[in-house]
């Protein structure tokens, strides 16, 4: 049984694609219309396509966001990139506020304190201490009512804040 749920589209990241996908093909027409007609276009087409496929992946799969309690596991990430704690093997969950300096920006990051963290706007984090020394973070909207629901399931020794750095 589900206890606390968030799914959301992640609109900051949806303009950043449609900008980077209007970059891509500009690029792509001044690559076109600047090399001789009389070379072969190919390789280059190809070696553009494949530099950009991985950005591009990245881009449409980082426009949906879901955090997900249940019974017996923590999941957070962006649909089909899911990280799943399972309940027993969190060590703490401290909630905090991130910026763009301290977040590294929007998507998949590495923090500065280890560990990744999945942030989709600046504002309000969990970071996930578990397993052997494994950490991650990820924003919350409502960081209220899932620092309740993961009490109730941890215990209130293992739920922490640290809203002194911003």
Same mark, same amino acid.
């Given at each position: +049984? #589900?206890?606390?749920? @968030?799914? =959301?589209?992640?609109?900051?990241i949806?303009?950043? !694609?449609?900008?980077?996908?209007?970059?891509?093909?500009?690029? !792509?027409?001044?690559?076109?219309?600047?090399?001789?007609?009389? @070379?072969?276009?190919? *390789?280059?087409?190809?070696?553009?396509?494949?530099?950009?496929?991985?950005?591009?992946f990245?881009?449409s799969? +980082?426009?949906?966001? +879901?955090?997900?309690?249940?019974?017996?596991?923590? !999941?957070?990430?962006? *649909? *089909?990139?899911i990280?799943?704690? *399972?309940?027993?093997?969190?060590g !703490?969950?401290?909630?905090?506020?991130?910026?763009?300096?301290?977040?590294?920006?929007?998507?998949?990051?590495?923090?500065?304190? %280890?560990?990744?963290? =999945?942030?989709?706007?600046?504002?309000?984090?969990?970071? #996930? @201490?578990?397993?052997?020394?494994?950490?991650? %973070?990820?924003?919350?909207?409502?960081?209220?009512?899932?620092?309740?629901?993961?009490?109730?399931?941890?215990?209130?020794? &293992?739920?922490? @804040?640290?809203?002194? &750095?911003?």
């Open positions: +049984m #589900v206890l606390y749920e @968030e799914k =959301y589209t992640v609109k900051t949806v303009w950043v !694609s449609i900008i980077a996908g209007l970059i891509i093909i500009a690029s !792509s027409v001044a690559v076109w219309f600047s090399v001789p007609k009389t @070379e072969e276009l190919w *390789p280059i087409i190809l070696i553009n396509a494949l530099a950009v496929l991985p950005a591009i990245l881009l799969v +980082m426009t949906r966001f +879901m955090v997900k309690v249940d019974e017996k596991t923590l !999941s957070f990430g962006y *649909p *089909p990139i990280v799943r704690v *399972p309940l027993e093997q969190i !703490s969950i401290t909630f905090t506020k991130v910026g763009f300096l301290s977040s590294g920006g929007i998507g998949i990051r590495f923090s500065s304190g %280890g560990g990744w963290n =999945y942030v989709t706007f600046w504002g309000d984090l969990a970071r #996930v @201490e578990w397993g052997n020394g494994r950490r991650h %973070g990820f924003s919350v909207k409502n960081p209220d009512e899932i620092r309740r629901v993961l009490g109730k399931l941890l215990g209130k020794d &293992k739920i922490f @804040e640290d809203y002194s &750095k911003k």
